[in-house]
């Protein structure tokens, strides 16, 4: 079970961390061969203006890659299979990396676009299925722990390209087409690894009938001794659906069954995306500096925020089948409320005292950290565990959609915000987090140790009324 959540990690989530991280790094190569290249071809200087809209499309359009990869993931997985959507999710991500690889030696930046679009699909198809495969493939006991696989592989990637694109390895000015390319590697890494492990059991039965399949696929994974309970609860969950196809996400929004499930997940993703970790990590820079940290070392600085993340992810991948869901949630987001407060002061008063700079600095981690041990991880957690077979892919596609454009939303609107109020943006997310925090306390329930008919029948009683 260990190895099959790094199979599908390091080409799935791990894909999308590190894609998000280390376009960072080479900021300043990429405009230089975009000012030189249009020099060559046009004989006259780009335009600043021109520069910056061509560099935010190169930015940006990774989201939008990973929107359309979320509305495909869904199918892909119904169609190809949970391990088969994988499995050819990375031969966009290696497509993407010879087109991000070959547009410096050709002069042509819009491969690099077209790159970032691709590898933004690759990620929205690995955020969508990865998590849905192991959600399908873990025990009662271990499937908080094991989906915490999906938020571990995330910020290990994201640690990951923010080591690689430091200037000693391929951060410099040489070798930016390199790093971008890179991210070929975690693909092959899965194409050789994932195939010996097999499909989700819940697939093979529930969606294919194959109960041969499935029994030796749940040996492979729980032991001859041990899955038999398996086998058990996925029987009774195909009883119950009695025949019923995986729906489409459309179905999904008249389906009165599972109105609440999915107004758990639009709040969730929303909260998690519009909870101020991006503000953070812009603020980050600002923060370090005023602290005394000199320009030089900040990207050694900012590998510490990863760190963090990463520490969290791996924290609350142990904690989650011990403390439960709930609690880990809703204690993510007050922390980061009370985080909140502290930066707003210290980011007020910064120029008072010599000591304020680095409260700043410490509630930076600390908000990080209140991140990763509850919204960071949690929220695809859930997302598989508060739906059945049939409806489970439809709503991993609208949490993915909700979550890219939110990510996009954010990406467009944010520099806005912060010009507008500057510290006081913090107040903004200070709301938001309390608001989810006190819509999770009222609507989830505790799913620790429970299978997905006994979820499903939590929320009968929120989605037809107390007396059904």
């Given at each position: 079970?260990?190895l099959?959540?790094?199979?599908?990690?390091?080409?799935?989530?791990f894909?999308?961390?590190?894609?998000?991280?280390?376009?960072n790094?080479?900021?300043?190569?990429?405009?230089r061969?975009?000012?030189?290249?249009?020099t060559?071809?046009?004989?006259?200087?780009?335009?600043?203006?021109?520069?910056?809209f061509?560099?935010?499309?190169?930015?940006s359009?990774?989201?939008l890659?990973?929107?359309?990869?979320?509305?495909?993931?869904?199918?892909?997985?119904?169609?190809?299979?949970?391990?088969?959507?994988?499995?050819?999710n990375?031969?966009?991500?290696i497509?993407?990396?010879?087109?991000?690889?070959?547009?410096?030696?050709?002069?042509?930046?819009?491969?690099?676009i077209?790159g970032?679009?691709?590898i933004?699909?690759?990620?929205?198809?690995?955020?969508?299925v990865?998590?849905?495969?192991i959600?399908?493939?873990?025990?009662?006991?271990?499937?908080?722990?094991?989906?915490?696989?999906?938020?571990?592989?995330l910020?290990?990637?994201?640690?990951?390209g923010?080591i690689?694109?430091?200037?000693?390895?391929?951060g410099?000015?040489?070798?930016?087409p390199?790093?971008?390319?890179?991210?070929?590697?975690?693909a092959?890494?899965?194409?050789?690894?994932?195939?010996?492990?097999p499909?989700?059991?819940?697939?093979?039965?529930?969606?294919?009938?194959d109960?041969?399949?499935?029994?030796?696929?749940?040996?492979?994974?729980?032991?001859?001794?041990?899955?038999?309970r398996?086998m058990?609860?996925?029987?009774?969950?195909?009883?119950?659906?009695?025949?019923?196809?995986?729906?489409?996400?459309w179905q999904l929004?008249?389906?009165?069954?599972v109105?609440?499930?999915?107004?758990t997940?639009?709040?969730m993703?929303?909260?998690?995306q519009l909870?101020?970790?991006?503000?953070?990590?812009?603020?980050a820079?600002?923060?370090?500096?005023?602290?005394?940290?000199?320009?030089?070392?900040i990207?050694?600085?900012?590998?510490?925020?990863?760190?963090?993340?990463?520490?969290?992810a791996?924290?609350c991948?142990?904690l989650?089948?011990?403390?439960?869901?709930?609690y880990?949630?809703?204690g993510?987001?007050?922390?980061?409320?009370?985080?909140?407060?502290?930066?707003?002061?210290?980011?007020?008063?910064?120029?008072?005292?010599?000591?304020?700079?680095?409260v700043?600095?410490?509630?930076?981690?600390?908000?990080?950290?209140?991140?990763?041990?509850g919204?960071?991880?949690?929220?695809?957690?859930?997302?598989a565990e508060?739906?059945?077979?049939?409806?489970?892919?439809?709503?991993?596609?609208?949490?993915?959609?909700?979550s890219w454009?939110?990510?996009?939303?954010?990406?467009?609107?944010?520099?806005?915000?912060?010009?507008?109020?500057?510290?006081?943006?913090f107040?903004?997310?200070?709301l938001?987090?309390?608001?989810?925090?006190?819509?999770?306390?009222?609507?989830?329930?505790?799913?620790?140790?429970?299978?997905?008919?006994?979820?499903?029948?939590?929320?009968?009683?929120?989605?037809f009324g107390?007396?059904?």
């Amino acid at each position: 079970l260990f190895l099959a959540v790094c199979a599908v990690g390091i080409g799935g989530t791990f894909q999308y961390g590190y894609n998000v991280s280390i376009i960072n790094a080479p900021t300043q190569h990429i405009h230089r061969f975009l000012n030189e290249t249009w020099t060559s071809r046009y004989h006259k200087e780009l335009h600043p203006g021109l520069l910056t809209f061509l560099w935010s499309v190169i930015a940006s359009i990774f989201s939008l890659g990973g929107l359309c990869g979320a509305l495909t993931g869904g199918s892909m997985a119904i169609r190809l299979g949970r391990k088969g959507a994988l499995l050819m999710n990375n031969i966009i991500a290696i497509l993407a990396s010879i087109l991000m690889g070959i547009s410096f030696p050709t002069g042509l930046f819009e491969l690099l676009i077209a790159g970032r679009f691709l590898i933004g699909i690759n990620s929205g198809i690995g955020l969508c299925v990865q998590p849905l495969y192991i959600g399908e493939v873990a025990p009662k006991h271990l499937r908080g722990g094991m989906a915490m696989g999906s938020s571990i592989f995330l910020t290990g990637g994201i640690l990951t390209g923010q080591i690689i694109g430091l200037r000693e390895l391929l951060g410099g000015e040489m070798y930016w087409p390199l790093l971008l390319s890179s991210s070929c590697f975690p693909a092959f890494a899965q194409l050789l690894f994932l195939p010996w492990f097999p499909e989700s059991p819940r697939y093979l039965l529930i969606d294919r009938g194959d109960e041969l399949s499935c029994a030796k696929a749940l040996k492979r994974f729980h032991g001859s001794s041990e899955y038999g309970r398996e086998m058990e609860d996925i029987q009774q969950e195909c009883f119950a659906l009695d025949g019923e196809k995986p729906k489409k996400p459309w179905q999904l929004f008249a389906d009165r069954g599972v109105r609440w499930q999915l107004i758990t997940v639009i709040v969730m993703t929303m909260g998690q995306q519009l909870s101020g970790i991006n503000a953070i990590y812009f603020y980050a820079t600002y923060v370090f500096e005023q602290a005394g940290i000199s320009a030089e070392k900040i990207p050694y600085v900012t590998l510490g925020t990863g760190a963090c993340e990463c520490l969290t992810a791996l924290t609350c991948g142990l904690l989650i089948d011990y403390v439960g869901r709930r609690y880990l949630i809703i204690g993510g987001y007050l922390l980061m409320t009370l985080w909140s407060i502290v930066l707003t002061f210290s980011l007020t008063y910064q120029e008072l005292y010599s000591w304020v700079p680095y409260v700043s600095m410490t509630s930076v981690f600390a908000f990080i950290l209140s991140f990763g041990l509850g919204p960071g991880g949690i929220t695809n957690t859930l997302t598989a565990e508060l739906f059945i077979q049939s409806s489970r892919p439809a709503a991993y596609m609208i949490g993915g959609t909700v979550s890219w454009i939110s990510f996009f939303t954010i990406g467009m609107l944010f520099p806005f915000i912060v010009n507008g109020l500057k510290q006081y943006c913090f107040l903004v997310f200070l709301l938001e987090c309390s608001l989810v925090a006190a819509f999770i306390f009222l609507v989830i329930p505790e799913t620790k140790n429970k299978s997905f008919l006994e979820i499903k029948k939590e929320f009968h009683k929120l989605n037809f009324g107390r007396n059904t």
